[in-house]
């Protein structure tokens, strides 16, 4: 009887240390999770309640001998890390586009020798990019994002268990098409501002071929930096809109990946 109840509990173990890497795999790469500032016991002690709080429901889903060696169980192990870190990156870049966007027009304005800490990647980006990857992340919070990838993770394990090669080619065609959605949604979120700027160049070139006598190169510079803040914050309940879509896209994006991902399973 109490050979039974350790064999018991070592199998279900086995399984619940799958589940766990899986879930810490996601929260060590998607955004809002992957945050510097959060400590990493922060974030596998949060993994660990999460996967205690689901394991009754998902630990039928795991294909597990229960005699596996420790050779097939490693191969387990690293498989689960590949699932939850190809969810949360797709989530990642889906939030990147916020920052590329801002990268965009940081230039156009005139701050593209200005950069700051970004307080999730703990990497200097552009002031402007910054800025918007709060109110981005602010967004994906109230949209309630962070509720959504823990729902994905725990949906991925019904959908597919385990990850297999026939997943590779699915796999590198969503990463791609999120990479190419990432820098044309970046550009599109960027197009009211730097349209805007654009025309305030051409209206300056006018003036130095009219009022030639005018110091122009002293007066641009402040001058679209005065214009491109001011029709930012004009702007930004348009852009909040934006980001809101862009959010909802990328759920859309993770769900059709995890269905088309459960057919090769």
């Avoid at 400590?39 to 709080?53: H, K, N, S």
């Avoid at 981005?136 to 725990?154: A, D, E, P, R």
């Avoid at 005018?214 to 491109?228: A, D, K, Q, R, S």
């Avoid at 862009?246 to 994006?253: A, E, G, Q, S, T």
Wanted: aromatic share 16%.
């Amino acid at each position: 009887m109490e050979k039974a109840a350790i064999e018991f509990f070592v199998y279900h173990f086995k399984i619940f240390f799958l589940v766990f890497i899986r879930i810490s795999s996601l929260f060590f790469v998607a955004p809002f999770f992957s945050s510097i500032d959060i400590p990493i016991q922060i974030r596998a002690g949060f993994a660990f309640f999460v996967a205690l709080i689901v394991y009754p429901i998902v630990y039928s889903f795991i294909p597990l001998a229960p005699d596996i060696n420790a050779t097939a169980f490693a191969v387990n192990v690293v498989n689960q890390i590949i699932v939850g870190v190809i969810i949360g990156l797709i989530a990642q870049i889906f939030y990147l586009v916020i920052q590329v966007s801002g990268q965009y027009y940081t230039m156009q304005i005139g701050f593209g020798m200005i950069n700051t800490l970004d307080p999730l990647s703990q990497t200097e980006i552009a002031i402007l990019g910054t800025f918007q990857g709060i109110i981005g992340l602010m967004i994906f919070l109230i949209i309630g994002g962070h509720h959504f990838l823990c729902y994905s993770i725990v949906k991925s394990f019904s959908y597919f268990p385990l990850y297999n090669f026939e997943l590779v080619n699915l796999t590198v065609e969503a990463l791609t098409v999120a990479m190419s959605k990432m820098f044309y949604l970046g550009f599109m979120f960027a197009v009211p501002l730097i349209g805007i700027i654009f025309i305030m160049t051409v209206i300056m070139g006018i003036l130095a071929k009219v009022a030639p006598q005018m110091n122009l190169l002293m007066l641009g510079f402040p001058l679209n930096i005065f214009v491109g803040l001011t029709m930012l914050l004009i702007l930004q309940a348009l852009l909040m809109d934006v980001t809101k879509d862009i959010f909802m896209y990328m759920m859309d994006f993770i769900n059709h990946f995890l269905n088309a991902a459960k057919k090769y399973a």
